[in-house]
């Protein structure tokens, strides 16, 4: 125990490692190995880009440590796919965004859940290692067969029924089909904050699929007429599924400004603008556990047809054009709710009638395409065999492929897609 090696594309784990250390450095940093090996861990260091390794044999790591001291814009999309693997893995995953000098202390923040985000929050090395020793605690009760998770705190009145029952398992069967209730209400009133209708016109077309993994959903989208000439339209996607990134949806929604009232006018916010401030809330929320999201935020004039956009660590959106082959529009931007400096490039495009645009979560990610390597994104044969389609047909063929696809529940993931077409 306590040994350290370095792991790289043409080895694989072979042996149960306490602690896996991602990152673009080419070692440990002291404190931290020294803290590994006074707690007798196994550890080792994994290049970021290499994180497959782990998803090859996660049942042979204990917890991941991710070292993104240092990392930019351009390196949110990376950051973000392996956040998002790691948490479908259900691996406890703890992110450094900051080692602050002299070293007693990491910028990071402490979670009930798998997820340790960072929030500008400083904890000790005291700290980090009860998180380490948690996230492996949980690690053995999942190798063990048990589906752990933190207990919920229970209510004055369920104490009491719990304590004065005579059949428990009677009593178990009620509060787990309450349970299952006020999550379909959850999942409801998720969809309240959904568009009622969509602003359609002469000038634009838009149509949208919602599918959550459970009942409540990580994704959320909005498509809003912001004035006469202004809609405004994302996807919004919160690491994980379920109750915790449903919640932040919630608030992402009722964080995202489009505009602001000055006296008796208004300002439009550009798209840039729209992602910096919504980072700057969720930052100052402090929020816990699942705190991270992606987003593509879009902004189009449906007088001239310019398209602004601005993205941050979402996947591209793609413009179809007629007689073209499909296109990613690709704008730099990073993570929000990790990175207190996050910039998030705005970029444009004049759109002409007849182009079709498509934003899309995570969960239809392998519907659209891949990174191949050394050949750069490559769409999938079904996307490209309906590429002049209208952008009712894209989304109606997706959805009803996404839901012929024969998936094990680990496999299932929040499904939204938000279509556009110039008539």
Known sequence: MGKTQTLSSTDALTDFVDVVYLSDKRTIPGEIRRLLRKKELSFCLLPLDEYHVIRARPDLVGTVIIDAE????????????????????????ILITELQRPVRSFSLVSSDSSFSMTNNQTITLDMLSARISVNLADRKKQNAGITFRPPASLSAIEKLRVASSDDPSKLANSLMDNLTEQLRLAGLVQRDFLPSQLPNCAEAQFAATFIPAEWVSGDIYDIARIDEQHIGFYIADAVGHAMPAALLTIFIKQAMAMRETLDNSYRIFPPQEVLTNLNLKMLGQKLSGYQFATCCYCLLNIKTLQLTFARAGHPYPILFREGEPPQQLEARGALLGVFDSAEFAQCSIQLQRGDRLLLFSDGAEMLIGQLIDGEGFRFTDDLLAMQNAPITEIIDTLTKINDDRNLSPAEVDDFTLVGLQIP
């Open 70 to 93: 240092g990392m930019d814009a351009r390196q949110d999309q990376r950051l973000g796919r392996v956040l998002q693997c790691l948490e479908r893995d259900n691996l406890g995953t």
